[in-house]
């Protein structure tokens, strides 16, 4: 048995979803005048607008935008675009981990939507230079479950005749989003701001706006999915009047996340935050031999969602050997949640998100070492 390191992570909680609260986060600096109050009542509303318009000032949204709160996290929202967008044109649907595998089922099987499926194995992209801009496009910004992401848009044409979709959940506050590239962009703000699980945003561009009003789907909606009425956007679900009761209680921990997010400088520190978390992870990577990162390029290495996996060859493909390295490390609360996805290959994922603080990214390093150790000494 080999001696546990000394110094230890001041916050242990590395998720990849829920994630980390902020730094210095306490319920006490909530503003909770809004519990027990309609979400229809002049409070009620003006707290989700502000909600809305941080967002819209932390992340540089353009004005020609709409951004709307949505039910049912990021899935909720991808699927209100899927469902309500797609089926006016061809479809390529790009996938290289869980989440974009999902919605390939979704659009293939159950829409029944004539599609093109492009794949690439966990750690790898496909050619985004292939893709055909004809076609509405979704993709995953950021591969949750795989660690990899997209590097840029600059393979996303001005002249697209299709819409693009992009699943950008574990990416957006922690990567520049190209907004003029994109048509649809959806994300869960309890991914790089730590907010609480249940709630999706919807950013949408004058484009998607276009084919909302303009294309009518062949199946029928749900409710939670209608954002349309006379063939006109319901402009009220953007500026606050959310579709079902939202818990107020997570629009003010949004909020609270959002004016920390102000008050460190904005996107562009909050990009920081998360580099810099990576870098230090990538620096032991690096002097480690018997571990990876899942991205073969680093280039499209994520800068949140980190996936590592074995790569001595004596422990290669064990499952066994990071499943009970992620037990030892929450058994000694120095990790917490780091297991792979379940549908991703065997190995850890370690969040790296804007919330996370780079000293505890410092200090769980020797204790990956040591789990290693404890995990192969008998094998």
Not at 207 to 223: F, G
């Amino acid at each position: 048995m080999t001696t546990p390191p000394t110094a230890r992570p001041q916050r242990a909680h590395f998720s990849s979803g829920p994630c980390a609260k902020r730094p210095g986060w306490s319920p006490d600096n909530l503003n909770l005048d809004v519990l027990g109050r309609s979400h229809r009542s002049k409070l009620g509303k003006a707290r989700l607008k502000l909600a809305i318009d941080l967002t819209r000032k932390v992340l540089g949204v353009p004005d020609t935008h709409r951004i709307g709160i949505v039910p049912a996290s990021d899935t909720g929202a991808v699927e209100m675009a899927m469902w309500s967008m797609l089926g006016a044109r061809k479809a390529t649907m790009l996938a290289w981990e869980s989440f974009g595998e999902g919605w390939v089922t979704d659009v293939v099987k159950q829409l029944k939507i004539d599609a093109d499926v492009v794949t690439a194995p966990y750690g790898e992209l496909p050619d985004l230079a292939a893709v055909d801009q004809s076609t509405d496009v979704v993709f995953t910004w950021n591969g949750t479950t795989s660690g990899v992401r997209v590097p840029n848009g600059d393979w996303i044409r001005d002249d697209r005749e299709g819409l693009t979709i992009a699943d950008a959940t574990s990416a957006v506050f922690a990567m520049d989003m190209p907004w003029s590239k994109l048509d649809v962009v959806t994300y869960s703000w309890q991914k790089v701001l730590g907010g609480e699980g249940g709630h999706g945003v919807l950013i949408l561009s004058p484009r998607a706006v276009e084919r909302l009003e303009t294309y009518k789907p062949a199946w029928p909606l749900p409710k939670i999915f209608r954002m349309t009425k006379g063939g006109k956007l319901i402009e009220g679900i953007f500026e606050g009047e959310t579709i079902n009761t939202p818990s107020m209680l997570c629009v003010e921990d949004y909020i609270d996340a959002l004016e920390w997010a102000e008050s460190l400088g904005g996107l562009q520190a909050l990009i920081a935050r998360s580099t810099a978390n990576a870098a230090a992870l990538d620096a032991w990577v690096a002097k480690t031999p018997w571990v990876a990162n899942l991205a073969t390029d680093p280039a499209t290495a994520s800068n949140t969602s980190v996936c590592l996996k074995i790569v001595d060859p004596k422990f290669a493909g064990n499952a066994d050997v990071p499943k009970t390295m992620a037990s030892l490390l929450e058994k000694q609360g120095v990790a917490l949640d780091i297991g792979a996805y379940r549908d991703a290959p065997p190995g850890l994922r370690i969040w790296c998100g804007a919330t996370v603080d780079t000293a505890d990214i410092e200090a769980l390093t020797p204790w990956l070492d040591w789990a290693f150790a404890e995990a192969t000494a008998a094998l």
